[in-house]
């Protein structure tokens, strides 16, 4: 069973930054596309990033401020959120894909407010 333990979310003013950090159990981690997702109240999950063997994607509202990178001996993924604004407010979770199926954490808070 795999575990993913997400970190680093808070309050944050517009314009400013956020590393979200996100621990995963089990093995063979570096063969697992990693990602970050976010839910908003009101709308529905989105992808925000996702690194894997074949590549990195990146939602659109988040292209050039939000890289997305890991460490495969700590098992750990990031995201570094840079200008942030009031719209960045969500839920964001972490998402590994499995052989056979998604592990999701639990989620943490991000609130960009003034």
């Known amino acids: 069973q795999v575990q993913l333990v997400e970190s680093g979310g808070g309050l944050v003013q517009p314009g400013g930054s956020l590393r979200l950090s996100c621990a995963a159990s089990g093995s063979s981690f570096s063969l697992y596309a990693m990602g970050w997702y976010r839910q908003a109240p009101g709308k529905q999950r989105e992808l925000v990033a996702r690194?894997?063997?074949?590549?990195?994607k990146y939602a659109d509202s988040v292209k050039g401020r939000f890289p997305i990178s890991r460490d495969n001996a700590k098992k750990t993924v990031y995201l570094q959120m840079n200008s942030l604004k009031p719209e960045d407010t969500a839920v964001y979770y972490c998402?590994?894909?499995?052989?056979?199926?998604?592990?999701w954490g639990q989620g943490t808070q991000v609130t960009v407010s003034s």
């Open positions: 690194m894997s063997i074949g590549g990195t």
């Open positions: 998402n590994q894909e499995g052989p056979s199926r998604g592990y």
